[in-house]
């Protein structure tokens, strides 16, 4: 959740009730999707849209609420226009946008071929992951990516006689890389939104620790990439590959995110014009209209979540829960020196977002959810923006890469034939990137930053 404090100093009594909206949400979520996974549905933690789960929640909220009526739907409005949420909000259409026009103009089958005509034979499951990792950094979505490179993985996985299981669990590896990493993508986006901080410093951040993770990780399956035949690759189509390449770059020098969309969605519209007789400026709307409409739940939720953060700010509920976390910080520092409570406070935001992710199946919603708590955490104990966006995405997509019930590993199952279970059991970089975490927890920290509102 984004840091919604108006301009005021007075600070709310702690109030454990005010947390109640929050878990009538995550109930209503959960409960709903353990029953319908009980039953044998597919994506049953997906048949109840989240923001349809948040309505109840909202109401129980402002009867909370001992103000006035109008009061308190005008905090939960506040909430909910956000500066930070309405530009979260902004980039999701924006990244929405490109990633389906990007597809129906032919760039990412064209970024996947150009991966595999650079395979040799005996990297196979390094290049699935490359190519998973680039586009999913590209893209900013993990099931995007998955979507993409995942039939192509399997094909790959047959005619090379491979284990399916590991290429599986290769191409979620890279696709979660990606989604972590990646200057668009909603969990970037919603961690540094919620932490003040800027997508490139988080970037830099998250970097030191992903890529050694990256790199046991592609020694890994370097060792277990033994295939018999490799599939012949299409000629490259190198103009469909440049949007992805162009927004790559641009969004790593630290331009605009908004100015980084807006030439990927040109850029990938005018490649389609130029190549395909039959795309049209009227198919070239519609697909970018499509992609909006691709990013409506999370758009929704974001707001809908804003709101009812601020609503449990106000009564208390953020209050009361940066204060337990603080106790258990001082309970198991041991010592009350900097550095053990810092150590302690980076556990915690780490331990926050990756239970919620738990209970939520989404990385973005965790991040959304305990984004405000960590915010409050990290600046009373000293913790860096920067620091706290980046354990907040790490930490919610080790979870999500590692969850049999997350979207990911449920598409994944589908298009392979295999159960989830089997495709998080080989999902490698995550853990990996979870050990590297809790070293640079435990080994190094950055700077502290002074202790201030």
């Known amino acids: 959740m984004p840091n919604t404090t108006p301009q005021s100093h007075t600070t709310p009594a702690p109030s454990a009730l005010a947390l109640l909206p929050l878990g009538i949400f995550l109930a209503l979520f959960i409960g709903v999707g353990s029953y319908l996974t009980l039953q044998g549905v597919d994506f049953a933690f997906y048949q109840l849209p989240a923001p349809v789960a948040a309505l109840p929640a909202i109401m129980v909220a402002l009867l909370l609420s001992k103000d006035t009526l109008n009061k308190a ?21 924006l990244a929405g946008a490109f990633a389906a026009v990007a597809k129906a103009t032919g760039g990412v089958d064209a970024t996947v071929n150009l991966g595999l005509s650079m395979l040799p034979a005996s990297l196979i499951l390094p290049g699935i992951f490359v190519i998973s990792a680039f586009i999913a950094t590209a893209m900013g979505t993990s099931m995007g990516t998955i979507a993409a490179v995942a039939p192509v993985a399997l094909g790959i996985a047959e005619a090379a006689e491979m284990d399916v299981a590991l290429t599986a669990g290769v191409v979620l590896s890279g696709a979660m890389f990606g989604d972590n990493l990646s200057i668009i993508s909603d969990t970037t986006i919603a961690s540094t939104r919620s932490q003040g901080c800027q997508m490139k410093d988080k970037f830099r951040e998250n970097i030191r620790i992903a890529l050694p993770a990256a790199i046991a990780a592609i020694a890994l399956f370097m060792i277990s990439s033994t295939p018999s035949q490799v599939p012949a690759a ?77 609503l449990m700010r106000q009564q208390g509920g953020l209050a009361f829960l940066t204060q337990l976390i603080s106790k258990v910080i001082r309970v198991f520092g041991k010592a ?33 959810v305990s984004g405000g708590v ?53 999902s490698y970089y995550c853990f990996f990137l979870a050990i590297a975490a809790m070293v640079a927890v435990f080994v190094k920290h950055p700077a502290r930053q002074p202790v201030c509102a």
């Open 336 to 368: 009350h020196s900097q550095s053990q409570n810092l150590r302690a406070s980076e556990l915690g935001i780490a331990s926050l977002v990756s239970l919620t992710n738990c209970c939520t199946a989404n990385n973005t919603v965790a991040i959304i």
């Open 234 to 310: 299409e000629a490259v189509e190198w103009l469909k590959v440049l949007p992805y390449i162009v927004i790559l770059v641009l969004a790593v020098s630290g331009v605009n995110v908004f100015v980084v969309l807006g030439l990927g969605i040109l850029l990938a519209g005018s490649v389609g014009l130029m190549t395909n007789p039959d795309y049209s400026l009227a198919t070239y709307g519609q697909d970018i209209y499509a992609g909006f409409g691709n990013m409506q739940e999370i758009f929704l939720l974001s707001m809908l979540i804003g709101g009812i953060s601020e």
């Open 374 to 426: 960590a915010k409050e955490l990290a600046v009373a104990h000293g913790v860096t923006p920067r620091r706290a966006a980046s354990l907040l995405d790490i930490f919610s997509c080790v979870i999500q890469g590692v969850l049999p019930y997350g979207a990911q590993a449920l598409l994944l199952g589908s298009v392979f034939g295999l159960s989830p279970l089997a495709v998080v059991s080989h």
């Open 73 to 93: 739907i005008e905090q939960f409005l506040r909430g909910v226009g956000h500066g930070d949420i309405i530009a979260m909000c902004m980039i999701y259409l």
